[in-house]
C-alpha cells in the first residue's frame, strides 16, 4: 500500500482515479487546486503524486517543481487533456516520471502507478545502498590503534576532501585498496563511483581500452564502441591498483590525463574530459623501478602528490587483536556457533608468526578456523603447523637465554648460530643455497661462519 496524492480541479476525475487507486489498496489524498496540492505535499509526505496539468489557479509544472523540491524520493505523474509533445517533453525534463493524456483507463492507471512506485522503491534501495557504503568505508572503519594506522587515518582526514593524487604504497595484502575507497567515501565525491581497476591483472594489449576505451573498428573484435574506466568515474575516483605494472608507452597516456584529465579513446581523434580523482597504489619500490627505466620519473611525481605508505602487518602486531575480534565478528555474523577468542598461548602464538601475506593472510586464518575449531576458544593445537613453529623456535631460545641468565649479546649471538647450523644442513652445507635461506649474501655468511668459530663444527664448509 503507498499514501498517493491526487490533484485536479475536476471533482469528477478525482473521484475516478480515487476510487481506481483506493480498489488497489492505496492511500489516496485528494486536493481540488495546485494551490492545496501543493499545501499538502509540503505538510505531509507521500509516496506518489498525481497532477492535472492545467488548473485555474497553480499549473501542474509548478506543482511538479515544488514537489521535487520538497519529496525529493516522490515521483510526479502528470495527468492531462490536452496533451502535447512539446509540454509532454518538458514535463519529463522537469522531472516527471511519466506523462498520461485522458482519458485514462483504470488498467492503464494502475499499471503506469506500480511502475512508479516501482521505480521509487529502487530509487530508495539505491540511496540506502550508497549510505551503507558510505558508512562501510569511512576510515574509523579501519582497523587499527598502532602508530603507523594512526598517522594514515590523520592523512586521510586531510586529503578525502581534495582532488589530490593519491599514491598508497606498501606489501600486498596490507588494505592498500580499503584506503582508497575511504578517501573517496569521505570526501565530496562519495556519492559518485569509485571504479577500481588493477594494471597487473589485464594483458598490456587490453589495458589502454579498459582504461580509456575504444571505436568501433579500433582492432580487431571491435565490433562497437566502447567508453573505458576513466569516462564511468567521470564524477567520481579511480583507482589505480599495481600502477607499477602498467607499461611505458600507457605510463605517457597516464600521465597527460593526470596533467589535463583528457585523453582520447583508441582508435578515436575526439578528445574527452573528465573530471575524475586519481588514487593509485603499488607493492614496488617504484624508486627502484625509475632507477632501472621501467617507471616514469615524472609520473611518479605526478602520482606521488600525497604519499601513504602502509606497514606490513608485522611492523604493527599491536593490531593483530583488534583485527582478529573484527574478523571474527564480520565472518560469524548470524552464525548459531562462533568462536568467542583464543588462549593466551594461541594468542602469542598469532602474534609472533610474522604474517608475510599481511591483513589479507589474517582474515584467512580466522576464516579458517571459524569452519574447523570445535571449540568455542582457538588453542595452540587448533592453529596450523607453520604458526605452531614459530612459536616453539623462538620459545626455545627464550628458554635457552634464561635459564643461563646470558646477556643479550651473547643470547643473539646464541640465536644466529642456531639459525646458521640449521640453513647449513637443510641446504646440505652449500653455503650458496644456505645464503639464500637466511635471505644474506654469501659473503656476508662467511664473515658470520669466520665470527662464530663454525669452521670446526660444519664438515663442508669448502663447498659452493
Known sequence: MAKILVIDDDPVILDVISEILRTSDHEVTIANSGESGIRKASTDSFDLVLTDLVMPDVGGMEVLEHVSSLLSNTPCIILTGYGTIKSSVEAIKKGAFNYITKPITAVELISVVDKALQFRDLEVENRRLKKELQLKYRHRNLVGTSKAIDEIYDIIEKVADTDSTVLISGPSGTGKELIARAIHYESSRGNKPIVVINCGAIPEALLESELFGHEKGAFTGAYRSR???????????????????????????????????SFERVGGMRTVHVDVRIIAATNKDLAVAIHSGSFREDLYYRLNVVPIRVPPLKQRTSDIPLLIDHFLKKLQKGKKRILTGFTPQAMKAMLDYEWPGNVRELENMIKRLTILCENEVVTFDDLPEHIQQVD????????????????????????????????????????????????????????????QNLAGETPALAGK
Request: aromatic letters at 6%; a neutral charge.
Open 227 to 261: 567508453i573505458g574506466r576513466f569516462e564511468i568515474a567521470n564524477g567520481g575516483s579511480i583507482f589505480l591498483d599495481e600502477v607499477g605494472e602498467m607499461s611505458p608507452a600507457l605510463q605517457v597516456k597516464l600521465l597527460r590525463v593526470l596533467q589535463d584529465r
Open 392 to 451: 616453539t623456535i623462538i620459545q626455545s631460545g627464550q628458554d635457552e637465554i634464561f635459564e643461563d641468565s646470558i646477556s643479550l649479546d651473547e643470547a643473539v649471538r646464541c640465536y644466529e648460530k642456531r639459525l646458521i647450523l640449521e640453513a647449513l644442513e637443510k641446504s646440505g652445507w652449500v653455503k650458496t643455497k644456505a645464503a639464500k635461506l637466511l635471505n644474506i649474501n654469501r659473503t656476508t655468511l662467511l664473515e658470520k661462519i669466520k665470527r
